[in-house]
């Protein structure tokens, strides 16, 4: 037993250098989760990189340890790790998507650690403090809205797993379709149409037919929903169809590539593709469009397809696609469209996207008010054959990219120059020298139709609208010098778009349904300089003709091609009388005559439509086509 003083026990320090002698094993955001770094000291550490989060990764006492040393700051250490994570990251294919977040869709970026002006008292980072209550405000509220999502897993929602048996049910055997697969591919809704990378969706095909059970597959809805839109389109026009599917009768089979363009819908609507945007509601967005707008059999159908167009851009502005610049890491490598694509790919793919989009965007028939992409600052696509090539060909050779270069380049014609009202002449004139610089875009094809049909639509589109905006003043040109360029550019881009949809006789089924009105403006132009004493033009009015009356029994609309093929006969036909009786100059009389020679109780409705009075020419500018 002791008599003495009862010796001082020792008590644990608290200062920063007693503190310092002892180092976190783990960061604040994996010890939170009670796992271990994969690197003591490694900012950001690999699981926080994994996770997404790399901001958010600090570890206890760094900031005043490191800050007291006399090399470098720790937040000059961490943004040099940061930098070799992402150079490592390039390197091998895969960039975490934190890393890539354009300023858009980016969380705001954590603060550097600060030096303490008072050594002696601890610290906490800054960016500690942010991503604490950052972590608090996620798992408690959600993600702030607008942000994108990440992708949810199958099977949670029983409402997308019931849509999912229906579509499973609604599939064609594993050979049927893979059968229509390789006939979209190799056909020219794809060569000339590339919304989708043909070897990736083959692979992605072909695993998914080798499936023994497609129900269990955990395929992704939205793949499902382009796989049923690649399905419509080939049965739509395909000649093997009926082969294809032997127990279908011939009104059954017909009505197939509308049933599953609604199952498509189902897909989409199961992926979630309203809450989560994603690259393949972009893709078969463009499949809706060429299905319901290119070829499609009704006004109604029109309008559907500008809706799902709005829907894609929304889908493209919210992942960023419109302020992209020429860095890999801003797109989203993490979208499952982009399985097994580099950096480089993605973003040339994306820069495709969003320039198909603005050309849809600046030439489909709507208000110029409506616009959404005019002030998109994404690059031009390179003109790659590839998407991992590195050199890029020549302007005048056709690629996959040359769609959207040229339907980029005239989407900013259109739009740059669009004013409401009349346009001066003057400003007619600087119109037409745009409109030209586009068709200089154009390059000179001499690939199959098969590869080319939709360069020669944005060919005549072009065309169309140089008639367009000088046919108001093309009547003048044939009694004042001052008009004639008006009279010669009306005409020529008349006989230029005749030219290129004769080019369609041998396969009709790819002249888009919208081609016959601009043939049919063109021809009216042609009759016009006819019965003004050309008779040159009579040959392009021929041609019209001969257009209108090749046999095409996948016509979608017969009757429009019946009604076009009797208006240019009428045209014709007066325009002959007249030229022989001399009366040729009074154009409100041929009108008039034209009219009455097509008359019958059926038409009188569309005769306005098709035939209004001279004061259709009247109108400097009018918005798509």
Excluded at 597 to 611: H, N, R, V, Y
Aim: glycine share 6%.
């Amino acid at each position: 037993m002791s008599t003495g003083p009862n010796p001082p026990k020792r008590r644990r320090s608290t200062s920063p250098q007693a503190s310092s002698g002892r180092r976190a094993l783990s960061c604040t955001e994996c010890k939170r989760r009670k796992t271990k770094c994969s690197a003591l000291g490694k900012t950001p550490c690999d699981a926080c990189v994994k996770r997404g989060r790399p901001t958010q990764c600090v570890w206890e006492g760094v900031g005043v340890t490191e800050a007291n040393t006399g090399f470098a700051l720790a937040s000059d250490l961490e943004a040099l790790r940061a930098e070799v994570q992402q150079l490592r990251a390039l390197i091998a294919g895969t960039t975490p998507r934190s890393a890539r977040a354009t300023p858009k869709s980016r969380a705001p970026e954590a603060t550097p650690l600060s030096v303490p002006s008072v050594p002696s008292v601890p610290s906490v980072p800054a960016d500690t403090v942010e991503s604490t209550v950052k972590m608090f405000e996620e798992q408690i509220t959600g993600v702030l809205p607008g942000y994108r999502l990440k992708m949810r897993p199958l099977g949670v929602d029983a409402s997308s797993a019931s849509l999912l048996d229906q579509i499973y049910s609604l599939l064609p055997d594993p050979s049927t379709g893979t059968a229509l697969v390789e006939e979209y591919l190799n056909g020219p809704f794809h060569r000339g149409w590339h919304i989708i990378d043909g070897p990736t969706f083959r692979r992605e095909n072909l695993e998914f037919a080798a499936q023994p059970d497609r129900r269990l597959s955990n395929t992704d809805p939205a793949w499902l929903a382009v796989y049923l839109m690649v399905l419509a389109i080939t049965i739509k026009f395909s000649p093997n169809a009926a082969t294809l599917f032997p127990f279908f009768l011939s009104s059954d089979l017909a009505q197939l590539p509308m049933a599953y363009y609604k199952t498509s819908l189902m897909a989409l609507e199961a992926a979630d593709y309203l809450a989560v945007p994603q690259i393949r509601h972009i893709q078969v967005s463009l499949a809706y469009v060429q299905f319901l707008f290119h070829f499609g059999e009704t006004p109604a159908q029109v309008n559907i397809a500008l809706r799902h167009l709005e829907s894609a851009i929304t889908t493209a502005q919210w992942l960023n696609l419109d302020i992209l610049n020429d860095d890999p890491t801003a797109v989203p490598l993490d979208d499952p469209a982009f399985s097994g694509f580099t950096p480089r790919a993605a973003l040339g793919m994306c820069k495709r996207y969003l320039h198909i989009l603005s050309f849809m965007d600046g030439t489909m028939q709507r208000q110029p008010r409506l616009w959404r992409l005019d002030k998109a600052t994404t690059p031009m696509p390179e003109n790659l054959r590839n998407l991992d090539d590195t050199e890029a060909r020549p302007s005048y050779e056709l690629t996959e990219a040359t769609l959207a270069r040229v339907g980029g380049t005239l989407a900013m014609v259109i739009t740059h120059h669009h004013k409401p009202g009349e346009l001066s002449y003057d400003e007619v004139l600087e119109y037409d020298r745009a409109l030209r610089l586009a068709l200089g875009a154009v390059p000179p094809v001499t690939e199959p139709l098969e590869d080319t049909w939709l360069i020669h639509l944005v060919f005549c589109s072009i065309h169309n609208r140089i008639l367009r905006v000088h046919r108001p003043f093309m009547t003048r040109g044939y009694h004042e010098e001052e008009w004639q360029v008006s009279r010669k550019a009306s005409v020529d881009s008349a006989m230029r778009i005749i030219e290129r949809q004769a080019l369609f006789n041998q396969t009709p089924w790819l002249r888009s349904g919208f081609a016959k009105r601009w043939i049919l403006g063109a021809a009216m132009v042609l009759a016009i300089d006819f019965v003004l004493g050309n008779p040159s033009s009579r040959d392009g009015l021929s041609q019209a003709l001969a257009i209108f009356t090749t046999e095409d029994l996948r016509d979608q609309t017969p009757h429009v091609t019946r009604e076009c093929a009797k208006t240019i006969g009428a045209l014709m036909a007066v325009g002959d009388e007249r030229t022989i009786l001399g009366t040729a100059n009074d154009l409100d009389a041929y009108f008039d005559e034209v009219k009455q020679s097509i008359a019958a109780p059926a038409m009188e409705m569309s005769f306005d439509f098709l035939f209004p009075d001279l004061s259709a020419f009247d109108f400097a500018f009018v918005s798509g086509g």
